[in-house]
C-alpha cells in the first residue's frame, strides 16, 4: 500500500490543523494506521492509531484530548484533526500502516509510511 500524508503547514499557537493521509495500492480497511512525528534530533514518536474498523483509537499523552485520529475505508483515508497546537507539537509528521494491533507505539512494527508533511507552531 503507498500513503500519501499531506496537510502540514505553519500555525500559531492554539492553532488547528487537520492532516490527511490517503492510501493507494490495496485497501486501507486490511490496515492499522498510526500517526507519528518526528522532530529534529529527536526520534520518531507515536501520535495516535486507529483500529481497522475506526472503533477504537488510541493516543500519546501529549496530545490526548487535543488530537482526534479518524478514517473512511470507502475513500481509503485516515485524518488527524490537531486542536489547541503548542511549539512542542512542530515535527514531520507521518502516517503508516501495519496488519495487527500489537505495540501499535513501536515505528518498528509499521510496515508501509507516508513521506511525511511538516507542521510547524509558532508561539
Known amino acids: 500500500v503507498q500513503l500519501q500524508a499531506s496537510g502540514g503547514g505553519l500555525v500559531q499557537a492554539g492553532g488547528s490543523l487537520r492532516l490527511s493521509c490517503a492510501a493507494s495500492?490495496?485497501?486501507?480497511?486490511?490496515?492499522?494506521v498510526g500517526w507519528f512525528r518526528q522532530a529534529p534530533g529527536k526520534e520518531r514518536e507515536f501520535v495516535a492509531v486507529?483500529?481497522?474498523?475506526?472503533?477504537?483509537?488510541y493516543y500519546a499523552d501529549s496530545v490526548k484530548g487535543r488530537f482526534t485520529i479518524s478514517r473512511d475505508n470507502a475513500k481509503n483515508m485516515v485524518w488527524l484533526q490537531m486542536n489547541s497546537l503548542k511549539p512542542e507539537d512542530t515535527a514531520v509528521y507521518y502516517c503508516a500502516t501495519k496488519s495487527g494491533i500489537n505495540y501499535y507505539t513501536s515505528v518498528h512494527t509499521y510496515d508501509y509510511w507516508g513521506q511525511g508533511t511538516q507542521v510547524t507552531v509558532s508561539s
Open positions: 486507529i483500529t481497522w474498523s475506526g472503533v477504537t483509537t
Open positions: 495500492g490495496r485497501t486501507l480497511s486490511r490496515y492499522i
